[in-house]
């Protein structure tokens, strides 16, 4: 049996996933947290296979929360859970240690087999991701684009979109704001910008709002 936690903060979706499994022979949601706190005392005290985490979950960005679960316990398996694009984040997640990536509006069949896979050490993204990463298709330049970006490099560019300041955005992610404007100066040569404004106008076409 895979034992699984949720890590949403919207009620809906903790008790969709767990009525989802209720009868499973497979999978057993075991607790559900709401915030990043919550989310590390459960892994802490617990014995969970795989999480479900939501990127935007309250107190700390997701790809930061995810860092810091995968190094603190390397075994469990992450799957992020998003409305976000997935062909924005996906890659960044699973560079930064994620296990899989679902976007919300996937069909429910699907959040079960990407579970399993995952807990049976495999990677899961959707077949249409799969072949966009195969191809490389000319005709989506923006994520063409957005992929010369490092993870962290995606998790500056999503604060910046969400309005944090550089001394904000250094504390969330723990480094100094002379690093974050390093940062800031990368993205907008990697995304051919040469101000502050036109870089947020570029988040926003790739979805990072």
Known sequence: MVKVLVADNHPIVQKGIKALFKSSNNIEVIGRAATTSELFDFVASNDVDVVLLEMDIPEINGITALRKLKKEHPDVKVIMFSSQAED??????????????????????????????????????????????????????????????????????????????????????????????????????????????????????????
């Open 88 to 209: 924005v984040y996906a890659v960044s997640t699973l560079k930064a240690g994620a296990s899989g990536y679902l976007a919300k509006s996937v069909d429910v069949d699907m959040i079960g087999e990407a579970i399993l896979k995952v807990a049976n050490g495999g990677i899961f993204i959707s077949n249409e991701l799969a072949q966009r990463l195969a191809f490389d298709e000319s005709t989506n330049k923006p994520r063409r684009f957005f992929r010369r970006l490092s993870t962290r490099e995606v998790e500056v560019l999503k604060l910046l979109a969400a309005g944090r300041r550089n001394k904000h955005i250094a504390e969330e992610l723990n480094l100094n704001e002379k690093t974050v404007s390093t940062y800031k100066a990368r993205l907008m040569r990697k995304l051919n910008v040469d101000n502050l404004v036109d870089l947020l106008q570029q988040a926003k076409a790739l979805e990072l709002y």
